[in-house]
Every structure is written in C-alpha cells, then in structure tokens.
T-cell receptor
Framework: QQQVKQSPQSLIVQKGGISIINCAYENTAFDYFPWYQQFPGKGPALLIAIRPDVSEKKEGRFTISFNKSAKQFSLHIMDSQPGDSATYFCAASGRGSSNTGKLIFGQGTTLQVKP | NAGVTQTPKFRILKIGQSMTLQCAQDMNHNYMYWYRQDPGMGLKLIYYSVGAGITDKGEVPNGYNVSRSTTEDFPLRLELAAPSQTSVYFC?????????????FGPGTRLTVT
C-alpha cells in the first residue's frame, strides 16, 4: 500500500511535442502529489504539486491531471523543449500511522527531448 | 542563502570503512531528510528528523545512523561500508512536514564502496 508506480521508465519526444508521464498509487490516505524534476548532477527540485480536491492543475507548460477514482495522476509537458530533458519523479504523501509526512517516490522517468 | 549543502561531492570507500556525510541548511527548516537514489529505483528515505534532537527511521535505515544536534546540521554516518551502499545520497529539508510542503534538496554525494 506504500508504493507509487511510475511509467514509462524512459521517454523520447520531439521538440514541440507533448510528454506524458503516468503514476499510480494504492494508498487511499495519500493527499499530496508532487512532481520533482532532476537535472544530471543536481538534486531534485519541486516542479508542480496537486491535492485530490481538484482534477487538474496547470503551471505554464506543465499540467498535472488527477483521477481519484482510478488512483492515478499524470504529468503533461506541452510544447516540450530540449531544456526539459531531465529525470522526473512523481511522489505521494498523506496521513496515516506509517506514512505521516513522508514522501513516497516513484521510480523516475528519464525524458529526452530531441531538437 | 546557500540552501542545502552537502559534503563531500564524491567519495570512494573500501569495504568495512566508515564515513560521515555532512548536510547543512540555512533556511531554519525543522524537517530534514536523507535519501539514497539508485538507478531505476527512485529515492528511498533512509532517516528523517522533525527537529533538533529528534530522528526516526525511514524505509531503508539499515547500515546508517544519524544525529541532529542543531537545526542546521543533519549528518549521516555509514558504519562498516558495504558494496550495497554504493549510491547517490541526497539530503533535503522542508519548512513543513514532507506531506504538505516543498522539500529542498542538496546537490548530492556520490559514494562508491569497493
């Protein structure tokens, strides 16, 4: 019940295309779903986050779509650019005796945007 | 404002050696975390702290120890290093608990145990 499963493991997209990364979770107590972006040799940095009271959140070219009934959420990168090439991690956290306050990360997706 | 700093950046250890990975933050965050990152495995929480003097185990604590004597510093100790501890280690901090606030990550320490 603590897992967050992320797919695909790697993704290649042409410049200007849409990049889509999917995550699924099992624990219904999760109530915070952030996405982190990591460039080579750097630590992850928060990109965008959502709570389950909304189905979508958009910040610039980045959108999170959230499906509470399916226990899935996804990151969409519109008009993908070579500068978006990085590793992306979904994560989840929520209330519960074994998980209070701690983020559970997905396995990561390496995105390459070809010029 | 340096954020979260980690030293060293790289280290090679022999099996059985010990070392301390240093982590410091200057944002006055109460919450601090240690993660390890292995290829294709995401980030796994090793230990975390909710304030000076308070630490608790995460998902993969075996072979590690931590202490939190000040708000700023959260060192990670490896005793009797093993090849399985070859990884990239990240320290992070947050103003609020990880479930409701942004975590700020350091640049990482790449550790190889041979």
């Amino acid at each position: 019940q603590q897992q967050v499963k992320q797919s695909p493991q790697s993704l290649i997209v042409q410049k200007g295309g849409i990049s889509i990364i999917n995550c699924a979770y099992e624990n219904t107590a999760f109530d915070y779903f952030p996405w982190y972006q990591q460039f080579p040799g750097k630590g992850p940095a928060l990109l965008i986050a959502i709570r389950p009271d909304v189905s979508e959140k958009k910040e610039g070219r980045f959108t999170i779509s959230f499906n509470k009934s399916a226990k899935q959420f996804s990151l969409h990168i519109m008009d993908s650019q070579p500068g978006d090439s990085a590793t992306y991690f979904c994560a989840a956290s929520g209330r519960g005796s074994s998980n209070t306050g701690k983020l559970i990360f997905g396995q990561g997706t390496t995105l390459q945007v070809k010029p | 404002n340096a954020g979260v700093t980690q030293t060293p950046k790289f280290r090679i250890l022999k099996i059985g050696q010990s070392m301390t990975l240093q982590c410091a933050q200057d944002m006055n965050h109460n919450y601090m975390y240690w993660y390890r990152q292995d290829p294709g495995m995401g980030l796994k929480l090793i230990y975390y702290s909710v304030g000076a003097g308070i630490t608790d185990k995460g998902e993969v604590p075996n072979g590690y120890n931590v202490s939190r004597s000040t708000t700023e510093d959260f060192p990670l100790r490896l005793e009797l290093a093993a090849p399985s501890q070859t990884s990239v280690y990240f320290c992070a901090s947050s103003l609020r608990e990880g479930g409701s606030g942004e975590q700020y990550f350091g640049p990482g320490t790449r550790l190889t145990v041979t």
